[in-house]
């Protein structure tokens, strides 16, 4: 029997059988011991605790930074649009509005497009100031003008070479004349029959049927004839100034000068021409007549023409029958009679 007992005892005895064997005095320090490595184990395991807290807290602050960044671009991104969206808006109401007062559709408000006929049409009154045309036409409707005309200024039609900058031909419309230079041919046609009025192709201007007179202010020319056996008047509501830059001849069956006040006749190479081949005559109705030195008893036979130097006037001188002698010179000086003066 001891030796069946024997193999039993020889394996790990239970904690109960070991205490049992220790006294009464170890059994205390056994539990001190093992608090002691209780103590020690919890203690070590502390810190790992707080390693895999402190760990596990720093990946959720990356992913809260993260986010508010996300936010903040997406917050910029979104203001960026805005203001682009009412840049636009504000755009839109800005076309709208130029369209709505400029009436722009195939053209603006005073004028039409025709991009197949290669037409700009012009309606009312436009106020322009250079207009280049590339063919140099320019015409009108059918029943209505074309009225070109400049605000206290005149208009200036100039053609220009596209190799030179200087006009070629020009046109000036101003408030004191007409001026046409550096043409070929210039003509002006009638608006309804298409018929010629004016053209410088040919070397006389006649008037055309229905036309009795011609009103201008100034003409230049080196010749006026009228046709046979018509006559021709010049006539002005205050005086008639005909001047020649060389010489000025008139020849015609009869030369009428009539004049409320005066008729002058003035040269700048002092000579002055009158010839007539039936002799000149002169209304001397209306030439006044001098006092002479004669008394105012003496008969008169005939009147002496006299002309006042340097003022070139006229006048009639009394001859009385006693004495036909007399000569211009024999005037009253007095103010009341001096025809000179």
């Known amino acids: 029997m001891s030796s069946l007992q024997e193999p039993c005892d020889s394996g790990s005895p239970s904690i109960s059988k070991a205490e049992d064997n220790l006294s009464n005095s170890d059994g205390p320090l056994l539990k001190k011991n093992l608090g002691r490595n209780i103590t020690t184990s919890s203690s070590e395991n502390i810190p790992k605790v707080k390693s895999l807290l402190m760990s596990s807290r720093v990946p959720s602050r990356d992913l809260s930074s993260t986010s508010f960044d996300m936010e903040k671009k997406r917050y910029c991104l979104w203001t960026l649009i805005c203001i682009l969206a009412m840049v636009g808006f504000c755009n839109l109401i800005l076309s709208i509005t130029i369209i709505a007062v400029l009436r722009v559709s195939q053209g603006m408000e005073s004028l039409e497009v025709i991009?197949?006929?290669?037409?700009?049409?012009?309606?009312?009154?436009?106020?322009?100031?250079?207009?280049?045309?590339?063919?140099?036409?320019?015409?009108?409707?059918?029943?209505?003008?074309?009225?070109?005309?400049?605000?206290?200024?005149?208009?200036?039609?100039?053609?220009?070479?596209?190799?030179?900058?200087?006009?070629?031909?020009?046109?000036?419309?101003?408030?004191?004349?007409?001026?046409?230079?550096?043409?070929?041919?210039?003509?002006?046609k009638d608006l309804h029959t298409g018929h010629s009025i004016f053209s410088t192709n040919f070397p006389n201007f006649g008037l055309p049927s229905g036309v009795g007179n011609i009103n201008v202010k100034l003409a230049e020319t080196h010749r006026i004839v009228s046709p046979v056996n018509e006559t021709l008047n010049l006539e002005s509501n205050k005086e008639v100034t005909m001047r020649g830059a060389e010489s000025l001849s008139m020849e015609s069956k009869e030369i009428v000068w009539m004049a409320d006040n005066d008729v002058k006749l003035k040269s700048n190479n002092s000579v002055i021409i009158v010839n007539g081949k039936n002799g000149i005559y002169l209304d001397v109705k209306k030439i006044p007549i001098a006092s002479g030195m004669?008394?105012?008893?003496?008969?008169?036979?005939?009147?002496?023409?006299?002309?006042?130097?340097?003022?070139?006037?006229?006048?009639?001188?009394?001859?009385?029958?006693?004495?036909?002698?007399?000569?211009?010179?024999?005037?009253?000086?007095?103010?009341?009679?001096?025809?000179?003066?």
Do not use: W
Not at 121 to 137: M, R
Not at 149 to 177: E, T
Not at 295 to 314: F, H, R, S, T
């Open 115 to 188: 991009p197949n006929e290669n037409l700009v049409k012009f309606y009312g009154s436009t106020d322009l100031d250079k207009v280049c045309i590339e063919d140099g036409i320019c015409q009108g409707f059918g029943d209505e003008p074309v009225i070109l005309s400049g605000d206290s200024s005149g208009v200036q039609l100039n053609i220009k070479n596209r190799r030179h900058d200087h006009p070629r031909a020009n046109m000036d419309i101003l408030q004191n004349g007409t001026s046409v230079s550096k043409v070929e041919s210039f003509e002006i």
């Open 294 to 341: 004669s008394n105012d008893g003496d008969e008169i036979a005939q009147y002496k023409v006299c002309v006042c130097m340097p003022q070139g006037k006229l006048f009639r001188l009394p001859v009385p029958t006693k004495n036909l002698r007399i000569n211009c010179a024999k005037i009253s000086n007095s103010p009341e009679h001096n025809p000179c003066l």
